[in-house]
C-alpha cells in the first residue's frame, strides 16, 4: 500500500514563499519519479515539476524559476519551494509517484500514486 501525504500549504501574500512536503510510505521513490501537480477551480490539473532519477529535473513554464523540486531520498520526500508566488499559483497541490524513471515531461497519467492535495492560497 502506497500512501503519498502533502504537508506546508496555507494561506501567503503575493511575493511570499511556502514550502510543500510530500512524504511517502509504502515504497520508495529514491531512483524513480515524483511530481507535483495542481488544480484551481474550474481548470483541469496541470503539471508543475517532477523529479526522477537522481538529476532530472523538469517544471512547468509557468513556474520555472520560481519553484524547485527536490527531495531527500532517505526520508522518502519530496519538497517543493515556492518564490515569488502569485495569485494564479492558487489551487490544491498534489505530489504524485511513479516507479519508473521517466526522463520527458510528464502528465497526470504517467503517476499511479496520489495524496490528497494540499491548499495554497496566494492573497492580492
Do not use: H
Not at 10 to 17: K, M, T, W, Y
Not at 26 to 45: D, I, L, N, V
Not at 63 to 75: C, E, L, P
Amino acid at each position: 500500500q502506497v500512501q503519498l501525504v502533502e504537508s506546508g500549504g496555507g494561506l501567503v501574500q503575493a511575493g511570499g514563499s511556502l514550502r510543500l512536503s510530500c512524504v511517502a510510505s509504502g515504497r520508495t521513490f529514491s531512483t524513480y519519479t515524483m511530481g507535483w501537480f495542481r488544480q484551481a477551480p474550474g481548470k483541469e490539473r496541470e503539471f508543475v515539476a517532477s523529479i526522477s532519477g537522481r538529476t532530472y529535473n523538469y517544471y512547468a513554464n509557468s513556474v520555472k524559476d520560481r519553484f524547485t523540486i527536490s527531495r531527500d531520498t532517505a526520508k522518502n520526500t519530496v519538497y517543493l519551494q515556492m518564490n515569488s508566488l502569485k495569485p494564479e499559483d492558487t489551487a490544491v497541490y498534489y505530489c504524485a509517484g511513479k516507479a519508473v524513471v521517466i526522463f520527458t515531461a510528464p502528465s497526470s497519467k504517467d503517476f499511479d500514486y496520489w495524496g490528497q492535495g494540499t491548499q495554497v492560497t496566494v492573497s492580492t
